[in-house]
């Protein structure tokens, strides 16, 4: 089966726009859009992805469209839809979305802990431009630098002709106590970061000649600058380890202050 743009449909305005986020990239790309809904049972009609079809084909004519219906709790079959996906892409409730918004929520932030693909969630506040302006935006650990984040940052800026902006954040040593000192270190250590970020991105550059890429070593916590950064932003792409912990998959601060608070579409990637 070739690889496909996967989302998961549930009639909601969330799950509308994240669809069209989704056919979008499907054309980038070129390759098929598969639709995809849990529902308990299987033999009535289904209303859900009969509307999302109809929608869709209106302008969908130069990409393969392939609907499922599959039996099951949302987060089960989300992720045994991944496997045969390139992207899978969910759509993130606004905060006014209510009860109903935060347990979809739930079901997106679970399976983006524990989907072994990456995974887009599209905020649901407003539909996304189609022709928005902006940066891709890479946050990036220089003390885990993962190839599979940082070519999917590169690729997705080429996609877009966008320029991409890689922001890695820099913390002074905790022992430093003096104001003076503390931001002297704090500039130091951006500079070194700097140095580094050159290092590790230089093959990319050579891989990628045609992404503008602009480098931006931050004192602070790099959560809250990748949330800022995704004002002017269109994409921000952030990494999570598929390493699993003592109670299971869960998200790292960054990657959750990320997605709590951009503006944009965030994609986040696995990795080792």
Do not use: Y
Not at 70 to 85: E, I, K, N
Not at 116 to 129: A, K, N, S, T
Not at 167 to 189: I, N, Q
């Amino acid at each position: 089966m070739p690889r496909t743009i996967t989302v998961g449909v549930d009639g909601s305005p969330g799950s509308r726009i994240a669809t069209d986020w989704a056919l979008r990239e499907a054309r980038r790309r070129d390759v098929p859009l598969r639709l995809v809904h849990a529902a308990q049972r299987c033999a009535e009609p289904d209303p859900v992805l009969s509307e999302t079809e109809a929608r869709i084909a209106r302008r969908a004519a130069d990409v393969r469209i392939d609907s499922d219906r599959v039996p099951g709790d949302p987060v089960s079959v989300l992720l045994t839809a991944a496997g045969d996906a390139e992207l899978v892409v969910l759509g993130s409730p606004s905060s006014a979305a209510g009860v109903a918004g935060r347990l979809t929520g739930a079901v997106a932030l679970t399976v983006v802990a524990r989907c072994r693909r990456p995974v887009v969630l599209v905020p649901g506040g407003r539909p996304q431009d189609e022709h928005r302006p902006g940066d891709v935006v890479l946050g990036l650990d220089l003390t885990e630098p993962h190839d599979a984040v940082i070519g999917f940052a590169f690729d997705a800026a080429s996609r877009r002709a966008a320029r991409l902006r890689v922001v890695h954040g820099w913390k002074a040593e905790p022992d430093v106590h003096d104001a003076d000192d503390a931001a002297d270190a704090g500039r130091s250590g951006a500079t070194t970061g700097a140095r580094t970020l050159s290092e590790v991105l230089r093959p990319w550059r050579e891989r990628f000649p045609g992404v503008e890429v602009a480098e931006q070593a931050v004192i602070g916590t790099a959560g809250r600058h990748l949330a800022e950064a995704s004002g002017d932003a269109s994409l921000v792409v952030v990494g999570r380890t598929r390493r699993r912990g003592p109670v299971g998959a869960a998200l790292g601060p960054v990657t959750q202050a990320v997605l709590e608070h951009s503006s944009v579409p965030v994609a986040v990637i696995p990795h080792a």
